[in-house]
């Protein structure tokens, strides 16, 4: 161990990081779960009126509109909005606030790994409940694990399986906010078809946090936008442990804009979902078992994961495998925009060959 590591807590000595590599300029890329599309008409305005005061702080609190502008989006009072670089930022920072060291921190493996990594980062214990057969949430078990924890997460729709709760929902959250933080994530949320949201519960007074993004739907991953929606008292708290400057006057000018694009919103959800119906036709006619899913990306159980994602980026197309998530055996594809799709299944045709 280098010397200078002894000051470091010992559960961050060797700690995991996310890599994201850059393929080639020509590929589909289909592995990063990214909206098919950039950011909207209004928000590429914004950027562009924003990008030249580049030289002012941001304003947190206003959010140069933001935060009027989405309390009315979400029919919720300003008080309950918290801003962040990314959904997946303000969750690690509940964590921290919350679980910290030695507190358990409750979510579905295979699931996403930032859960896991922010308990640990955290000198926490990441507890991780195992999804039933069809790659759906243990809702009862994520609930029973839930005494003796600080955080329970569950996502719907979840990475990397595309499942979402369509029915529990609330069980779950009144069983097991009893015991713990329970924080409901909700990236996907404008992919999934309509049913219940962790935003409802709130609203009729349940103990839950929801997590939401500007990254995905609304095209903005690459400024870091993202909000949980909470109550005021726990939101002050974590405000207080935030940095002083977390997002920029860019991604909230940005985010603000886009809102007023919320028809180019649904349009986009729409497409998604005939596209993802064509690539789950496409992998069912092929022979490759995948779930049904909810979001923007499909995952699929191809015989042989590593040929199959070497064959598809032999053909330009950038596929996941969800071994990073606890399952080698499954392959994550992206939902492309309704133009690149003809390539896709192109690709998939090889790849199947």
Known sequence: MEAILRHVHPWLREAPSFVVGDPPADALRLDLNEGAYGPTPRALAAIADGALRGNRYPDPEAAHGLRAGLAKHLDVDPSWLLFGPGSNTLGSLLVRICAGEGGR???SWPGFPTYGWSARRNGGI???VPTL???RDDLAGLAAAAPGA????LATPANPTGRYVADGLAEFVAEASKHALVIVDEAYYEYAPAGPSGLDLLRDGAEVVVLRTFSKAWGLAGLRIGYAIMSPALRAVARSAQDTFEVSALAFRAAEASL???AEIVRRAEENARVRAALQEALGARGVPFWESGANFVCASPAE???FIAALAAEGVIVRSTAAFGDPDRVRIGVPAEG???RLLAALRSATA
């Open 305 to 307: 994961p590593a040929a």
């Open 126 to 128: 990441a507890v991780a």
């Open 105 to 107: 921190v409750v979510y």
């Open 340 to 342: 690149d799709l003809p």
């Open 133 to 135: 057969p069809d790659g």
């Open 150 to 153: 600080s955080v329970v997460v």
């Open 260 to 262: 007023q694009d919320a």
